[in-house]
C-alpha cells in the first residue's frame, strides 16, 4: 500500500545489525586461542603425570625432542651438577642416537610406589628395562632421570691420566662424578699421545638410570697410542741430534761420554744415531702419564788429544729415561 506522494507508508526496513555475528566470531576466536594455549601447554612443560606410565612416556618424549629441563621434571631424585644435561649436550645424543619407539609393555601400581616396563630405541639400540617410580605430591616421577657416572676410583689410580677424560669433547676437570642422560655419551680425553678405553663398553641406556644416588663406575683404562709411540721416536731423534750440537766429553743432560785419557774437552765433534731401533719404549704411567725408553744407541765421535792427533770412533751409548707425555712433543728425560 502506498502513502501519499506514492511513497512507503513506513520507508524502507532498518539494516540488520551485525553486532551478536561479530561477538560470535570474536568468541570463536578465543576459544581457538584457548585450545591452542592448552594444547602448547600440555606438550612444552612438564605436565602433571597421573600414572607412572604417563610419567615415563612424558619423560621419554622430552628426551626425544631435546627438551633437558621437562626431562628433569620428571624425576625426584635431581643430580648434583647439570653441567652435561642441558639441552646442548642432549641435543648432540639425539643427533647421534635418535630416541624412538617408545612402548610401554607393563604398568603396576601401589599407593606410593610403581614399576613400569618400557622398551625404546635409542638410534638402533634397543633399551627394554623396567623403571621405578614413586608418587609425590599426587604425582608419578622417576626416581632418577640421569645416569650418575662416578670416575673416582680411575682418578685414584691414574690420577694424570684421569685429567685427560673429556665428555662431549669437554674436560670434566677435576670432578669425579659427572650426570648425563641415557643414549650416546661421547668419551673421550684431550691428549693424543695416550689412548684410552673403557673397561665395560656397555651403553648407557634406561638400564644405568638408578635411584637411591647408586651411581655406575666409569672404569678405564690407558696406554700409549700410536700417535704417542711415533711422536716419542721423533722427540728421542731430536734429543741425541740436541746432545750431538755440544762439543764437550761429557754433554750435559745427555746420555753420551767420552772419558778415555788423553781427549780435549771442547774439540768433540758428535754424529747423531741414525738409528734408534735399539732404544724399547715402554709401557705408560698413567699416574704421570710418562713412558719408561731403555736400550743401546751409537753416537759418531771425533775428538782432538793431548799429543794433538785425532781419534774417531763409535761410542756406544747405555741409556734409561723417560718420555713425558704431557707435553707436545713429549719431553725426554735421559
Excluded at 616421577?141 to 662431549?168: C, H, M, N, P, W
Excluded at 655406575?216 to 697410542?225: H, Q
Excluded at 753420551?256 to 744415531?273: F, I, M, N, S
Excluded at 794433538?308 to 729415561?321: D, F, M, N, P, R
Amino acid at each position: 500500500m502506498m502513502g501519499p506522494g506514492g511513497y512507503l507508508p513506513y520507508g524502507p526496513p532498518p539494516p540488520k545489525s551485525r553486532k551478536p555475528v561479530i561477538f560470535a566470531i570474536s568468541g570463536s576466536v578465543v576459544l581457538v586461542i584457548a585450545i591452542v594455549i592448552g594444547i602448547v601447554i600440555a606438550t612444552s612443560g612438564g605436565g602433571k603425570s597421573d600414572t607412572p606410565a604417563d610419567a615415563v612416556r612424558a619423560y621419554l618424549e622430552a628426551l626425544a625432542r631435546g627438551d633437558a629441563e621437562s626431562a628433569l621434571s620428571h624425576a625426584s631424585d635431581q643430580p648434583a651438577s647439570k653441567e652435561f644435561l642441558t639441552d646442548e649436550f642432549l641435543k648432540k645424543q639425539i643427533d647421534r642416537w635418535p630416541i624412538s619407539d617408545i612402548r610401554i609393555l607393563d604398568d603396576n601400581t601401589t599407593a606410593s610406589m610403581g614399576t613400569v616396563h618400557v622398551a625404546v630405541r635409542f638410534g638402533d639400540q634397543t633399551s627394554d628395562e623396567t623403571l621405578f617410580l614413586e608418587r609425590k605430591d599426587g604425582e608419578w616421577k622417576l626416581k632418577q632421570g640421569a645416569i650418575k657416572l662416578d670416575i673416582g676410583q680411575t682418578r685414584s689410580y691414574d690420577e694424570a691420566a684421569a685429567k685427560t677424560v673429556t665428555l662431549f669433547g669437554q674436560s670434566i676437570g677435576d670432578d669425579s662424578v659427572v650426570y648425563v642422560f641415557p643414549g650416546w655419551v661421547d668419551l673421550g680425553n684431550s691428549n693424543s699421545n695416550i689412548a684410552m678405553k673403557r673397561n665395560n663398553d656397555t651403553p648407557f641406556l634406561l638400564n644405568e638410570l638408578r635411584g637411591f644416588g647408586i651411581g655406575t663406575t666409569l672404569s678405564l683404562s690407558f696406554e700409549v697410542s700410536d700417535k704417542g709411540r711415533n711422536a716419542t721416536e721423533e722427540a728421542l731423534r731430536d734429543f741425541f741430534a740436541g746432545c750431538a750440537k755440544s762439543n764437550r766429553l761429557a754433554p750435559p743432560n745427555c746420555p753420551q761420554k767420552a772419558d778415555e785419557p788423553g781427549l780435549v774437552d771442547g774439540t768433540v765433534v758428535w754424529t747423531a744415531p741414525t738409528d734408534i731401533s735399539g732404544v724399547t719404549l715402554g709401557f705408560l704411567d698413567p699416574k704421570t702419564v710418562s713412558m719408561r725408553l731403555f736400550g743401546t744407541v751409537k753416537f759418531g765421535i771425533s775428538v782432538k788429544t793431548v799429543e794433538g792427533g785425532t781419534k774417531t770412533g763409535i761410542a756406544t751409548v747405555y741409556l734409561s729415561g723417560t718420555a713425558d707425555l704431557t707435553s707436545n712433543p713429549p719431553k725426554i728425560s735421559i
